[in-house]
């Protein structure tokens, strides 16, 4: 038989290519399980509707407000342990005798001013810590505002500053009272037919539309649970913005190869195409009070590695799973065996904040859209906050196989 002879430069080209090409690498990912016991929590729903006079013009038949605050209260009665309690606040809190249906279908200017308080000039760092100081552990708070904030005459950037320290302070209070104290803010808008109050006066806008807020405190558990029964869906026009400030939790989390396979905590997960082993993590999410805007962002998740990264996020869709999203994780093929932490972090300020804040209290016309001051009031609120940088995490350990 004739032999073969390859010849020299052949073979060692051959060799340079065996050694670019990369070889299969297979990581092996160990994970301890999470288990939080979760409970349906059935709390006591306080409503408080600002009845200052600038809230008037939000009071006229056909106002989206009325139709929303109905929804949204009507879905929480349902999971509450009784029908709500109903107050109109400005300088005090003064509650009403009635049901929901009742206090919604009176709603209108003159039943406000009959309600009584201090209707000309209203505190909103004052109103929030009167009904900080009311909520109980186990007790749902629903404050309902324009939450303009009146500017006066004079230095109006030490005004804000002052009102955002104030309102800082009201919750840092009582963070120290409950640890898992959390507010929810919905950002929605309404037609409105009435005055719009300026410092020295004001005129009368006929139908436009402006944005009002609802601010949903409580417990961070509690709160969870009304929006897994009670979503924000169920309010009727909707929602146009939503920023969420809460404590961290621990929560449940599950993590499988990219094919949903675990076994005994363990995932090998093997290199592909790309260089990259893909795993998943199965996590609930709920406690942490973020929407799916916020929690589907990967921008919102640090790792402790370079070599790993969030690649999506996703709704889980299986409606008998407890986890509610799914995290599709890289991790490069060569990296080193390490420890690892991905953390979902808290926002510091919305993004939709500066768009919606209006600085000067003044031209009504080209500002409908904005709130005079809403920038200081929910920066007040992220600064009380501002220490919970971690709002869940996910650990494991990396080693190769």
């Known amino acids: 038989m004739k032999k073969i002879i390859i010849p020299a430069t052949i073979v060692m080209l051959l ?24 409970k349906d929590a059935t709390p006591l729903i306080d409503v408080y509707l600002e009845n200052s006079g600038s809230m008037d013009g939000y009071m006229n038949d056909g106002a989206q407000l009325k139709d929303a605050i109905y929804s949204y209260v009507s879905a929480l009665e349902v999971h509450a342990a009784a029908p709500a309690r109903l107050h109109f606040i ?22 406000f001013k009959k309600a009584g308080g201090n209707r000309a000039n209203s505190d909103i760092a004052q109103m929030l810590e009167a009904i900080l100081e009311s909520t109980s552990p186990n007790s749902v708070a629903l404050f309902i505002s324009d939450c303009i904030l009146d500017v006066p005459e004079g230095n109006v950037e030490d005004f804000f500053v002052n009102r955002q320290i104030d309102i800082k302070n009201a919750f ?15 950002r929605l808008e309404s037609r409105f037919n009435g005055m719009y109050y300026y410092n020295m006066g004001g005129e009368e806008l006929r139908d436009v539309m402006r944005p009002y807020y609802i601010f949903v405190i409580g417990n961070k558990n509690v ?26 939790s621990v929560t ?29 993590i199965k996590a609930n999410l709920s406690p942490t009070l973020q929407d799916d805007a916020y929690v589907m962002n990967p921008d919102n998740y640090r ?44 926002q510091p300020d919305p993004a939709w904040l500066d768009a919606a804040n209006d600085d000067t209290g003044k031209e009504i016309h080209k500002n409908l859209k904005k709130t005079t001051g809403i920038k200081y009031i929910i920066g007040g609120i992220a600064e009380a906050y501002k220490e919970d940088n971690t709002l869940t995490e996910f650990t494991f350990n990396i080693s190769k196989k």
């Open 223 to 248: 709160l969870a649970s009304i929006n897994k029964h009670a979503p924000l869906s169920s309010i009727k026009h909707g929602v146009l913005n939503y920023a969420a400030f809460t404590t961290h």
């Open 172 to 186: 840092a209070k009582y963070r120290r009272k409950r640890k898992d104290l959390s507010v929810e803010i919905l």
């Open 303 to 346: 790792t402790r590695n370079a070599t790993v990264s969030i690649s999506s996020v996703e709704r889980n869709v299986d409606p008998q799973s407890a986890y509610t999203h799914v995290l599709i994780v890289e991790m490069d093929g060569k990296m080193n065996p390490a420890g690892e932490q991905i953390r979902l972090v808290q």
């Open 15 to 38: 060799l340079i290519i065996a050694m670019l090409i990369p070889s299969e690498q297979t990581l092996v990912v160990k994970w301890e399980p999470v288990k939080v016991e979760t």
């Open 252 to 280: 449940d989390f599950t993590v499988t190869n990219e094919f949903g396979v675990a076994k005994n905590n363990l995932v090998e997960c093997r290199q592909g195409s790309r260089g990259k082993c893909r795993m998943n």
């Open 90 to 111: 400005n300088s005090q809190i003064i509650p009403y005798e009635g049901a929901a249906k009742e206090f919604i279908r009176n709603m209108n200017p003159t039943t």
